[in-house]
């Protein structure tokens, strides 16, 4: 739940990043209507403690996923809006301006060698002591045999693949802010679709809290409607004063 809480802050920092590092002007409407999202979300992720009250009990655990999420969803936020100036580059500028489909060739080629070399650092000790190859055997029996599971992994990776590629497409019409938002909303479909397609139960606290975040959501488009019909009208110049005649 800590995760999930965590990883709802995305949209705040899509407006620093945007504000601070990028330079783009939000309205205070926009600032506003983030808190309901942000926090509608939050609080339908929340659990209960062992008192019984909304929340969760901070340890070490927790705390380092709290870190570890907010971190992620920083580190989102901030590639959403940097990937969004390489789509509105000039061809100048960038060989991979105005294609999502480029760009996400890019980024994977860039980010494939850092992973790479984090998962032999965290995982190759693993590996080498054998440990690697039981997990594995593990995994597989779990799914019914190796078979099965290299197909559901295929399967993950095409996936996610798909998933990460149309956002890009998405990010091309939205702005990164929206997109932010937009992906805070995914948890919200997600838990519509398993209530609705798998017949999950739903709680008072979680209808509660997308209830609100839906209503943010709405304050955001209009306050959004609102700032951008301002920006394309532009500052009001007042007329030139009219030339006075001189008496003959």
Same mark, same amino acid.
């Given at each position: 739940?800590?995760?999930?809480?965590?990883?709802?802050?995305?949209?705040?920092?899509?407006? =620093?990043?945007?504000?601070?590092?990028?330079?783009?002007?939000? /309205?205070?409407?926009?600032?506003? %209507?983030?808190?309901?999202?942000?926090?509608?979300?939050?609080?339908?992720?929340?659990?209960?403690?062992?008192?019984?009250?909304?929340?969760?009990?901070?340890?070490?655990?927790?705390?380092?996923?709290?870190?570890?999420?907010?971190?992620?969803?920083?580190?989102?936020?901030?590639?959403?809006? !940097?990937?969004?100036? !390489?789509?509105?580059?000039?061809?100048?500028? %960038?060989?991979?301006?105005?294609?999502?489909?480029?760009?996400?060739?890019?980024? =994977?080629?860039?980010?494939?060698?850092?992973?790479?070399?984090?998962? =032999?650092?965290?995982?190759?000790?693993?590996?080498?002591?054998?440990?690697?190859?039981?997990?594995?055997?593990?995994?597989?029996?779990? *799914?019914?045999?190796?078979?099965?599971?290299?197909?559901?992994?295929?399967?993950?990776?095409?996936?996610?693949?798909?998933?990460?590629?149309?956002?890009?497409?998405?990010?091309?019409?939205?702005?990164?802010?929206?997109? /932010?938002?937009?992906?805070?909303?995914?948890?919200?479909?997600?838990?519509?679709?398993?209530?609705?397609?798998?017949?999950?139960?739903?709680?008072?606290?979680?209808?509660?809290?997308?209830?609100?975040? *839906?209503?943010?959501?709405?304050?955001? /488009?209009?306050?959004?409607?609102?700032?951008? /019909?301002?920006? %394309?009208?532009?500052?009001?110049?007042?007329?030139?004063?009219?030339?006075?005649?001189?008496?003959?």
């Amino acid at each position: 739940c800590y995760a999930h809480t965590a990883k709802a802050s995305e949209p705040f920092f899509a407006a =620093l990043i945007a504000t601070f590092i990028f330079g783009k002007k939000l /309205s205070w409407r926009v600032w506003v %209507s983030l808190v309901p999202i942000v926090g509608g979300v939050a609080y339908s992720s929340l659990g209960r403690t062992a008192s019984g009250a909304v929340g969760f009990s901070l340890d070490a655990s927790v705390a380092y996923a709290l870190a570890a999420s907010i971190v992620c969803a920083c580190s989102l936020a901030f590639h959403n809006a !940097s990937i969004k100036g !390489s789509l509105k580059a000039g061809p100048e500028e %960038s060989p991979v301006a105005g294609s999502p489909l480029r760009v996400y060739a890019r980024v =994977l080629v860039r980010a494939a060698p850092v992973a790479l070399a984090l998962t =032999l650092a965290f995982e190759g000790g693993l590996w080498a002591s054998g440990g690697g190859g039981a997990a594995v055997a593990q995994a597989a029996a779990a *799914m019914g045999g190796h078979a099965q599971l290299a197909t559901q992994v295929a399967l993950g990776g095409l996936s996610f693949y798909l998933y990460n590629q149309m956002a890009l497409i998405c990010l091309d019409s939205l702005t990164p802010l929206s997109s /932010s938002v937009g992906n805070v909303l995914k948890r919200v479909f997600v838990v519509g679709s398993n209530v609705l397609l798998m017949g999950g139960a739903v709680t008072n606290q979680q209808l509660t809290g997308f209830g609100i975040a *839906m209503i943010g959501v709405l304050f955001y /488009s209009l306050a959004s409607k609102m700032q951008a /019909s301002a920006e %394309s009208a532009g500052p009001t110049e007042s007329p030139p004063p009219k030339a006075q005649l001189s008496a003959a």
